[in-house]
């Protein structure tokens, strides 16, 4: 299985750094991975984007310019993106800052108010890990406790957020199998 | 078997090189590749190194050349419009035969073109860049694991040949994350006895210089650097090659775009298209000998740059004329997608490869 | 038995300078060579030669030499530093390297205080193209490209690097000297054993600028350019000491 993601948000949204925690977590299961920043004319238009390859096969292009699921944290996001994701594909649509859905009827579509959710865990930071955890259980492209495991890995020197991060991907997981 | 771990392209050249022995990294702040010189800050003071944040380029290279007079292993690193003024000091490394890495984290041009990827500095590279009759061996990794393979391989290659080695990488590796090993090395740097550290009980005194006006002299020191650049040629050309035996197209691509090329030809085969790939892993020397041999068994080739036309003119020189040389290239930071190369390859096997 | 009072130091190789004649770059040398002699440390001394008429000098220091591009030798100097830093650097520098091509790097080795002494030679002329302006000619000064004089209008007026230099924290010494006679010979030669012990003492950098004729370019006998340092050249650059750390004499 080729899982091509492209997570993309406003700066400051967190989504390089799920992109990470997903990259590191497909490491962890001896997967074949890439990730890569936004780079080409998505840049523009102050959205930050990568791609993730989470994959059983050596990775050709890392660059995603057609993604089997799409994060989308934001509107422009969703705008800029939504025509490319593939017939069948996954789009995760942050519900908290997007009011619409999607005009196409050929992919799975799942909204996630992110940033409620995380208000509710009493912190807005982890909405991105509100969707890390949707996209997960949506697409199967790794199991959860990898992703708490490349977690635990990554902040090593702040293991106080471990808990309410691991809260957060349950809390995303929670709204793909309801 | 050394954990993997996930980096970014330019960080793992900086740990490359720690582990190939490199102590000293003199260079300046340049999109796209200034985690590597933020990542040098900050390991090698760990590591007992010296880093120095330069005045500009062009001081950088020169502390550079100082740096490996001396006979230590030294590393600078930049993005194309900081390597054009790196340029005169190449030239006075490649004449005064010193050992270095240069690594070249390529970026769109001309002029301060813009920070997205690009392959524009082939021809600078591989052609000399500065002034005079010279070589760099030019590397060219395409991905994070071969960047820090091809850092360590550098530091032996420029000790082995007394050589400046340039490591050309782009944007897009530079920024991107794999997992990566760093495998135990051997590397072990040569006993440099022309080295210029002090006489320390020497008879004679050791001059680092490039300087030669007496014209008979002269020549015979380019005659030899040439006998140098020929051994480096003979020894140390490198590719890689994928299903070129049956291909009726080969696809040439180097560095990031060969592993777009890449998708694009496994698309193509899955359509039964008989399309192969030549991977230049060293840009200089370049592997003439692949495009020899399989000049009589291709119908065509198709190199794929971002840039405007660069490496095509090497491949068309290997091809010399016995079959079609088409070229697909994008500029200024664009990247073309697998789809777009795998539509080329189509429209070149319809144009080219047809009997 | 007769006593030997004077014989070449061991710090130059026997042979003979380039030089022309009435240039003071061959006093200038010898006095290099014999502080480096005097310090008893030739055996870890790395010089850097730059571009200009002293090109060659790494034909006649008797110590490993690099030769740099034109400009470079501070960075140069530096990058050997960091690499030996049980090592004595210096650079010999003319005023168009120095000055004018280099100043970019002359400036930053000083503002870093790297532990590196630079003999600075201002004649205030390119010698070895042939007599062109410097940074340092003097106004209405005739030279092959100022051949109307120099116009600080145009060129602007000449550069002060020893009291430039001085203003940085990096700089630990900065002297003028002159060796146009014998007992500016003596002051300037302690002056570069000062900036050499400097060094050595793991103070920070560390230059001495030597007023210098150049017979040739400036189109004068060895007297009358001698005369013209003299009248000419020390009004504008006066000689001293600029900068020093505590504890050592003026």
Redo the contacts between chains.
Sequence with gaps: MTSEIIMAGFGGQGVMLIGQLLTYAGMLENKQVSWIPSYGPEMRGGTANCSVIVSDEPIGAPIVTEPTALVAMNLPSLDKFEPMVQPGGVIIINSSLIERTVARSDVKVYQIPANDVAAELGNSKVANMVVLGALIAATGTVNSQSVNKAFAKMFAQKPDLLEINERAIERGASYIKC | MAEKILMKGNEAIGEAAIVAGCR?Y?GYPITPQTELTEYMAKRMPQVGG?F?Q???E???I???????????R?MTSSSSPGISLKQ??IS?IAG?ELPCVIVNIMRGGPGLGGIQPGQADYFQATKGGGHGDYRNIVLAPNSVQEIVDMTIQAFDLADQYRNPVMLLGDGALGQMMEPVEFKATDTVPSIKAWA??????RTQ???????HLQPEKLEQHNIHLQQKYAAIQKNETRWEELYTEDADLILVAYGITSRIARSAMEKARSESYKVGLIRPQTLWPFPAAPFAKYAKTAKAFLAVELSAGQMVEDVRLAVNGVRPVAFYGRTGGMIPSPKAVYEQIVKTLKERGGN | MAEKLFSRPQSLKDVAFHYCPGCHHGIIHRLVAEVIDELDV?????G?APVGCS??A?EY?????????HG?AP??????????P??VVFTYQGDGDLAAIGC??I??AAARGEKITTIFVNNAIYGMTGGQMAPTSLIEQVTNTSPYGRNADSAGMPIRMSEMLATLDGASFIARVAVNNPANMAKAKAAIKKAFEIQINGHGFSMVEILSTCPTNWGMSPLEAAAWLEQKMIPYYPLGQFKAPEGVAK
């Excluded at chain 3, 220091?61 to 591009?69: H, Q």
């Design positions: 000293r003199f010296v120095l330069a005045e500009s062009v001081a950088a020169n502390m550079v050349y100082g740096a490996a007079g001396t006979g230590v030294v005169e000091g006075y005064a210029a550290n002090g006489m320390r009980g005194p050791n001059i680092i210089n490039s300087l | 030739r055996d870890k001394t790395i850097v090109v060659l790494y220091f008797n110590c490993d030499m690099f030769e740099a591009a470079r960075a140069v100097a530096t990058g050997i530093k960091r690499s030996q049980d090592t970019a790097e400036v930053h």
